[in-house]
């Protein structure tokens, strides 16, 4: 047996070989600076991460399997890394004053941000099971750590705890289904299975293999009653950290969970579909009732990302393979709306004084009203109003489930973003309309959340207008389901 | 080679152990004792993986498991002084109970899944798999990949590990 | 540069977002330049591209390009897209050209006014709308233009919104106007559904003109009868005028741009660019040739016994947009827009000059309160005689040409031609006369200013008379492009527009007529003439004859200056009762219905919240509960599937 590893194949994988390189690399330099310069980390984190958008970007034009059908490179995957990357820049941006504010520990705090993109990062392009599997656990075991990484927090701690032992025991899910798959098909890529079922081989082991899967996913990408986490961790972890799971592991594991049941599983459709369609349900109108009586805004945005996890199923459980591309629309337009709404939630504390409760917001325009402004634009675009870009997204979304026949479920997800657009307005009416309850005190004005905020305005307004480009994107990076 | 009843009768011993071994642990006061019991399921599971032919496994089992692993779990709770184990108010409570009965419906759902199971043209790949010169032979050509990334994923693990113990000291 | 249409509306856009975003901070001069140069440059972008029209053969005249795709949903798409053709082109020129001129007029105007910056952003602003409205291809961004100037004018109506009757006429402009949109907006909804009922998804005008005859007869007619019900809101036509005296609260220069030379003239602008359409409809067309012609007498009466030179210039607007409609009601499209174009000149001329007075005046608008001021003002009288002897129509000057090119299209149209005929010929003297009424009372005869203003009385500045006088050069040769053929002319002007009119104008039979044509000019000229005379008698030679009149017919005098009463009766009739409907909906429908349901399923919704966050608890091994359920619930369903 002579099998010679591809090195030449290396240089295809050079973005995550950058972030790995550079994680090793702040890790070693971390020990040798002083505690005053460790901003110097996050510009190191800015470049890398830029350098490997510029990798990912000029690689976009390939599509090909790597080191043995392990790991691979196409437009969905693409188009996934410069979101996430994209993403990963916006929250290291933000995070520089903040990691300094709140004397996160910020050593590490860096290093395990690269860590865990990188984990995305190979969750999304990779169509073998091992491969996703060891990226999910990349990417989950550098969260749990970087949740907790608060100082004298007993909150991030215990948030960090929870969401490690919940978790793993998704993890224990995820990775029994595996071993079923594996077991009744020999395969561990996820074509092998399409091949299987395509040859009408559905054993009963294979679908609960199937559906151990999607309760692994559904954990990460916290629907309902795979949630209980989500309010409890977001609240808990640093506020930059919520954005990044919000958006990142959101969107990591939709396209995953996206590629493997639209790659493998949609002959099944008729098995999986209907519980999806169920739990779609479940997750809007749960998310959303809770949503109304929370105080404190992390909590409410919490439910707000559980909700919207919600409205992009809606798309999925169609079972459209070109209409997905309105969840990949989704899930960029999410992206820059939640890390933009977090750059505000940021904006409004200060060390050791979160002003989490909505109380604080009353009467904010009068104070900031720059503040104001773009928390505004930021709730108006999860609410879905015109002509931001959560308008195109819940129009793609619910304009898919229609063409594709489940008019219900439409229905029940416009009416529940009704309900939603309470508890968003309810804050902008705080803004715009209380009085000041209570005195919050100098905000912290850094140009680091404001530059954070310009750009999630701009890419709203920008792709709510014209959401054509975006669009053929998405079009372009689901076009692998073929 | 081994007759066929002798692997029945070890299979059978194996896997009960490691059931009964397992319901010892999670119901021992004593941490020790339930540490101990792990060790006995670790060994038993390891005995279920020499039947399968899947050596390399096996032997990783009993030497980082039920060796590695289990002496350190040891070695913590007799530093700590856990071998009293916290009080609990009830024997059996209702979560208790609760959690028992899901448990064991997940586990008839499972159960009646393979009971249904037929194979239909899916055949086993060739034996051996699992000795050790194959299994790094995949390791280290095939499945590098993924597994410079496991490499990755421990190096996090530690990160973690060390931020844990920081934060005591501090 | 064809390739650059784009260019023309982005240099005022710039224009617009560099005084919008930076104005305040900006010095005047800054402002001035960033204003007047913008549109200048859209003027040049405008005359470049229009003498690369003519080098085209006439039927390569028209130029689509579009610039991106805006809306896309199925098979649908509308891109942002620009056409110039003959008649798009000749509306830049205009929009752009006079456009300009009043920019460096308004850097004299309203030099002093606080908003300074404010006024150039709304202008800016105003043109960059009016060239999408008249370069977009599809009628979807033609709205959209439309839209755009409605907005500017009334931020411009109401640019002193301190001054109540400002803010409030600027709201009366938006409202009436938005019951004309309304109609508009119907009409592209049925002619987009009817087309597309038809397998045509399409707004795009060489599209819809390529597939017009999918259309049925009665579709049309109702589709085209809502367009022009549009047109009345922008354009000032009866029923919907009563909106355009009022909006002379806004700064003189403003009413010389917007309602006098450019955005009125949408309306004709719009039923020009769908003249496929309409020339399906006759009836149509004849109701709007009709709705002209006795919107130009009935505005032209109320002219009459005015004051306010602002106003008599408003009213003179009114019924010079009716002589224009009445020239695309005849099918005559490119009277029309010819008579847009030389009005476009005489009547923002008009206006300068009258905003000219009253910089002179400190903002006296009563005429009664003037008289003489040749002596003071010689160059804005000079100007004002020259733009009221165009638009009393005497021959050699461009009002004359245009009018008289709708008279005589008006006098061939089938379809009682010969009475509109005669009600523009009868209100062509009737505009002779309030305008020389308007003329004498304020520059010539007696001087009745009051001693205090009269100390100040000055010409205005070169940055204001220029403009004046480039208008006046304009309004005199304006019309040179469009002389008759039975004037010896070549008719360059409706050649020039013919592309665009291809197949649907009328067919003038000038060889059989000439004769006839020719008497009828003479005729017009000579009841020009009759008009100036009586107002000479009345208001010069012998102003007490007027006061003797306005005595002996005291009723009739007050129902005419007081227009007919119109805005009680619409008070009444629309107003009163609207309100009252609005009371009714908001005092029960709303509060008590609509509010009840709202508030009660919100505290149902709320209370059913605070009942599932008692889920919630923060026990770790309640959530792994949670999942365990689900994990359960998932696996059973799916093995229920497949066990056979």
């Given at each position: 047996m002579d099998v010679k590893f591809p090195v030449d194949e290396l240089i295809l994988i050079a973005p995550e070989i950058i972030l790995c390189g550079f994680g090793l690399l702040l890790l070693l330099i971390e020990v040798f600076l002083k505690t005053k310069s460790k901003s110097f980390l996050g510009i190191l984190t800015l470049v890398s991460a830029g350098s490997a958008l510029v990798f990912v970007l000029k690689l976009s034009s390939f599509s090909t399997d790597l080191f043995f059908g392990l790991y691979s490179l196409d437009s969905l995957g693409s188009l996934t890394k410069g979101l996430i990357l994209v993403m990963l820049i916006l929250v290291v941006i933000m995070s520089l004053r903040y990691v300094e504010r709140e004397e996160v520990i910020s050593g590490e705090y860096y290093p395990l941000l690269l860590f865990s993109t990188l984990g995305m990062m190979i969750m999304v392009s990779s169509k073998n099971l091992l491969t996703i599997f060891v990226g999910l656990e990349l990417m989950s075991l550098s969260i749990y750590i970087l949740v907790g990484l608060f100082r004298d927090n007993l909150k991030a701690a215990e948030a960090s705890l929870k969401y490690f032992l919940l978790g793993a025991f998704a993890s224990a899910f995820l990775v029994y289904g595996i071993a079923l798959l594996y077991g009744s098909t020999g395969s561990l890529d996820i074509k092998g299975y399409l091949e299987v079922i395509a040859k009408g081989d559905t054993s009963t082991v294979l679908i609960i293999g199937v559906a151990l899967i999607a309760v692994g996913f559904a954990f990460k990408i916290a629907l309902v009653p795979f949630h209980m986490w989500t309010p409890d961790v977001y609240e808990g972890a640093p506020t930059s950290i919520t954005a990044f799971m919000a958006a990142g592991v959101k969107s990591a594991a939709f396209v995953t969970f996206l590629r493997v049941f639209y790659t493998a599983f949609l002959p099944l459709i008729k098995q999986w579909g209907d519980i999806l369609w169920l739990l779609a349900v479940i997750t809007m109108s749960y998310a959303n009732l809770t949503a109304l009586v929370q105080q404190n805004i992390k909590r409410m945005l919490a439910y707000s990302s559980i909700a919207h996890a919600g409205y992009i199923l809606v798309a999925f459980v169609t079972g459209e393979k070109i209409l997905s591309s309105s969840i990949i629309y989704y899930l960029v337009a999410y992206t820059f709306m939640n890390v933009g709404a977090f750059s505000c939630v940021i904006l409004m504390g200060r060390k050791g004084e979160e002003n989490l409760d909505i109380d604080s917001y009353a009467g904010l325009s009068a104070r900031h009203p720059f503040v104001a402004f773009c928390l505004t634009i930021f709730l108006l675009s999860l609410t879905g109003v015109p002509p931001l870009a959560g308008f195109m997204a819940k129009f793609y979304v619910f304009s898919t489930a229609i063409k594709a026949g489940y008019v219900w479920l439409a229905i029940i997800g416009v009416l529940n973003s009704v309900v939603a657009a309470y508890y968003y307005l309810r804050v902008i009416m705080y803004m715009y309309f209380r009085d000041p309850v209570k005195e919050i005190g100098r905000i912290d004005l850094s140009p680091s959340y404001i530059l954070v905020s310009l750009i999630c305005i701009f890419f709203l307004i920008y792709t709510g207008i014209l959401p054509r480009e975006l669009m053929l994107l998405a079009e372009g990076a689901v076009s692998v389901f073929f | 080679m081994v007759p066929i009843v002798f692997k029945w009768i070890v299979f059978l011993v194996a896997s009960l152990l490691a059931i009964f071994s397992a319901i010892m642990m999670v119901t021992r006061r004593n941490p020790v004792h339930s540490a101990l019991w792990l060790v006995v399921t670790f060994i038993s599971l390891a005995v279920l993986y020499f039947l399968l032919n899947a050596t390399f496994i096996a032997i990783s089992q009993i030497i980082v498991y039920a060796g590695a692993i289990m002496m350190l779990f040891l070695f913590v709770i007799m530093l700590i002084h856990l071998e009293k184990g916290p009080e609990e108010l009830k024997v059996l409570g209702a979560s208790k109970i609760f959690a028992i009965v899901l448990t064991v419906l997940l586990f008839v759902e499972i159960a009646v899944g393979v009971y249904y199971y037929r194979v239909t043209t899916f055949k086993p790949g060739p034996m051996p798999l699992g000795d050790a010169k194959t299994v790094g032979f995949l390791l280290y050509t095939n499945y590098l990949f993924p597994f410079e990334i496991a490499s990755i994923l421990l190096l996090v693990g530690i990160v973690g590990a060390v931020m844990l113990a920081k934060r005591r000291k501090e | 540069?064809?390739?650059?249409?784009?260019?023309?509306?982005?240099?005022?856009?710039?224009?617009?977002?560099?005084?919008?975003?930076?104005?305040?901070?900006?010095?005047?001069?800054?402002?001035?330049?960033?204003?007047?140069?913008?549109?200048?440059?859209?003027?040049?972008?405008?005359?470049?591209?229009?003498?690369?029209?003519?080098?085209?053969?006439?039927?390569?005249?028209?130029?689509?390009?579009?610039?991106?795709?805006?809306?896309?949903?199925?098979?649908?798409?509308?891109?942002?897209?620009?056409?110039?053709?003959?008649?798009?082109?000749?509306?830049?020129?205009?929009?752009?050209?006079?456009?300009?001129?009043?920019?460096?007029?308004?850097?004299?105007?309203?030099?002093?006014?606080?908003?300074?910056?404010?006024?150039?952003?709304?202008?800016?602003?105003?043109?960059?709308?009016?060239?999408?409205?008249?370069?977009?291809?599809?009628?979807?961004?033609?709205?959209?233009?439309?839209?755009?100037?409605?907005?500017?004018?009334?931020?411009?109506?109401?640019?002193?919104?301190?001054?109540?009757?400002?803010?409030?006429?600027?709201?009366?402009?938006?409202?009436?106007?938005?019951?004309?949109?309304?109609?508009?907006?119907?009409?592209?909804?049925?002619?987009?559904?009817?087309?597309?009922?038809?397998?045509?998804?399409?707004?795009?005008?060489?599209?819809?003109?390529?597939?017009?005859?999918?259309?049925?007869?009665?579709?049309?007619?109702?589709?085209?009868?809502?367009?022009?019900?549009?047109?009345?809101?922008?354009?000032?036509?009866?029923?919907?005028?009563?909106?355009?005296?009022?909006?002379?609260?806004?700064?003189?220069?403003?009413?010389?741009?917007?309602?006098?030379?450019?955005?009125?003239?949408?309306?004709?602008?719009?039923?020009?660019?769908?003249?496929?359409?309409?020339?399906?409809?006759?009836?149509?067309?004849?109701?709007?040739?009709?709705?002209?012609?006795?919107?130009?007498?009935?505005?032209?009466?109320?002219?009459?016994?005015?004051?306010?030179?602002?106003?008599?210039?408003?009213?003179?607007?009114?019924?010079?947009?009716?002589?224009?409609?009445?020239?695309?009601?005849?099918?005559?499209?490119?009277?029309?827009?010819?008579?847009?174009?030389?009005?476009?000149?005489?009547?923002?001329?008009?206006?300068?000059?009258?905003?000219?007075?009253?910089?002179?005046?400190?903002?006296?608008?009563?005429?009664?309160?003037?008289?003489?001021?040749?002596?003071?003002?010689?160059?804005?009288?000079?100007?004002?005689?020259?733009?009221?002897?165009?638009?009393?129509?005497?021959?050699?000057?461009?009002?004359?040409?245009?009018?008289?090119?709708?008279?005589?299209?008006?006098?061939?149209?089938?379809?009682?031609?010969?009475?509109?005929?005669?009600?523009?010929?009868?209100?062509?003297?009737?505009?002779?006369?309030?305008?020389?009424?308007?003329?004498?009372?304020?520059?010539?005869?007696?001087?009745?200013?009051?001693?205090?203003?009269?100390?100040?009385?000055?010409?205005?500045?070169?940055?204001?008379?220029?403009?004046?006088?480039?208008?006046?050069?304009?309004?005199?040769?304006?019309?040179?492009?469009?002389?008759?053929?039975?004037?010896?002319?070549?008719?360059?002007?409706?050649?020039?527009?013919?592309?665009?009119?291809?197949?649907?104008?009328?067919?003038?039979?000038?060889?059989?007529?000439?004769?006839?044509?020719?008497?009828?000019?003479?005729?017009?000229?000579?009841?020009?003439?009759?008009?100036?005379?009586?107002?000479?008698?009345?208001?010069?030679?012998?102003?007490?004859?007027?006061?003797?009149?306005?005595?002996?017919?005291?009723?009739?005098?007050?129902?005419?200056?007081?227009?007919?009463?119109?805005?009680?009766?619409?008070?009444?009739?629309?107003?009163?009762?609207?309100?009252?409907?609005?009371?009714?909906?908001?005092?029960?429908?709303?509060?008590?219905?609509?509010?009840?349901?709202?508030?009660?399923?919100?505290?149902?919704?709320?209370?059913?919240?605070?009942?599932?966050?008692?889920?919630?608890?923060?026990?770790?091994?309640?959530?792994?509960?949670?999942?365990?359920?689900?994990?359960?619930?998932v696996v059973g369903y799916l093995l229920v599937k497949v066990i056979p």
């Open positions: - | - | 540069m064809s390739e650059y249409i784009w260019l023309i509306p982005c240099f005022p856009a710039v224009g617009f977002l560099i005084n919008g975003l930076l104005g305040k901070k900006l010095p005047k001069a800054v402002v001035s330049w960033v204003g007047c140069l913008s549109v200048f440059f859209s003027f040049v972008c405008s005359a470049v591209l229009f003498f690369e029209l003519l080098r085209l053969a006439p039927e390569a005249r028209i130029i689509e390009k579009d610039v991106f795709d805006w809306i896309v949903s199925g098979e649908f798409v509308t891109r942002v897209g620009f056409r110039i053709d003959p008649l798009s082109i000749v509306m830049c020129l205009v929009v752009s050209g006079v456009g300009f001129l009043i920019h460096v007029y308004s850097v004299g105007y309203m030099h002093d006014d606080p908003g300074y910056s404010r006024y150039f952003t709304y202008l800016n602003l105003f043109v960059f709308m009016m060239l999408i409205l008249v370069t977009a291809n599809n009628l979807l961004l033609m709205f959209v233009g439309w839209e755009g100037v409605g907005l500017c004018s009334y931020l411009l109506i109401g640019f002193w919104f301190e001054k109540d009757s400002a803010s409030n006429a600027g709201k009366k402009a938006f409202i009436v106007n938005r019951i004309g949109d309304y109609g508009f907006l119907v009409g592209i909804f049925l002619l987009f559904v009817s087309l597309g009922t038809k397998g045509v998804w399409t707004l795009n005008f060489s599209e819809l003109e390529r597939n017009a005859n999918l259309l049925s007869e009665s579709l049309t007619a109702l589709i085209t009868l809502l367009f022009f019900i549009g047109a009345t809101g922008k354009s000032a036509q009866i029923p919907l005028y009563v909106w355009l005296p009022d909006a002379m609260e806004g700064p003189t220069p403003v009413s010389a741009l917007i309602h006098a030379a450019t955005m009125v003239t949408a309306g004709v602008y719009m039923i020009a660019r769908l003249n496929f359409l309409y020339s399906m409809a006759p009836e149509i067309m004849f109701i709007v040739a009709l709705v002209g012609v006795l919107t130009a007498m009935f505005a032209a009466s109320i002219g009459f016994a005015q004051y306010d030179i602002k106003r008599v210039l408003a009213y003179s607007t009114i019924s010079q947009l009716g002589y224009m409609f009445v020239g695309v009601g005849v099918g005559a499209y490119a009277a029309g827009i010819f008579h847009l174009m030389t009005h476009a000149f005489f009547k923002a001329l008009l206006f300068l000059g009258a905003g000219s007075v009253m910089h002179a005046l400190a903002g006296e608008l009563d005429m009664r309160k003037m008289g003489g001021l040749k002596k003071y003002l010689p160059t804005t009288h000079w100007t004002f005689l020259v733009a009221c002897l165009a638009i009393a129509g005497i021959p050699g000057l461009s009002g004359f040409f245009s009018k008289d090119e709708i008279l005589w299209k008006a006098f061939l149209f089938p379809h009682a031609g010969v009475l509109i005929y005669i009600i523009g010929l009868v209100t062509a003297g009737m505009t002779a006369f309030y305008m020389f009424r308007l003329l004498f009372n304020t520059f010539y005869g007696k001087e009745r200013l009051d001693e205090e203003v009269k100390h100040h009385v000055h010409e205005s500045p070169k940055v204001m008379t220029i403009p004046l006088i480039i208008l006046a050069i304009l309004s005199i040769v304006g019309g040179y492009v469009g002389i008759p053929h039975a004037l010896g002319g070549g008719a360059h002007f409706e050649k020039f527009l013919e592309p665009v009119f291809r197949g649907v104008s009328q067919k003038a039979d000038y060889h059989h007529s000439l004769v006839v044509e020719i008497g009828l000019m003479v005729l017009s000229v000579i009841v020009a003439l009759i008009g100036i005379y009586v107002a000479y008698v009345y208001f010069l030679k012998k102003p007490d004859l007027s006061e003797k009149f306005v005595k002996k017919h005291e009723k009739l005098y007050k129902t005419v200056h007081n227009k007919y009463f119109v805005d009680e009766i619409y008070g009444f009739l629309f107003v009163d009762n609207l309100l009252r409907v609005g009371r009714f909906l908001k005092n029960v429908i709303d509060e008590a219905i609509i509010d009840g349901i709202v508030n009660g399923l919100g505290y149902f919704m709320r209370g059913l919240g605070g009942i599932l966050r008692f889920l919630q608890s923060g026990y770790v091994q309640a959530y792994a509960f949670s999942m365990i359920v689900g994990a359960i619930v």
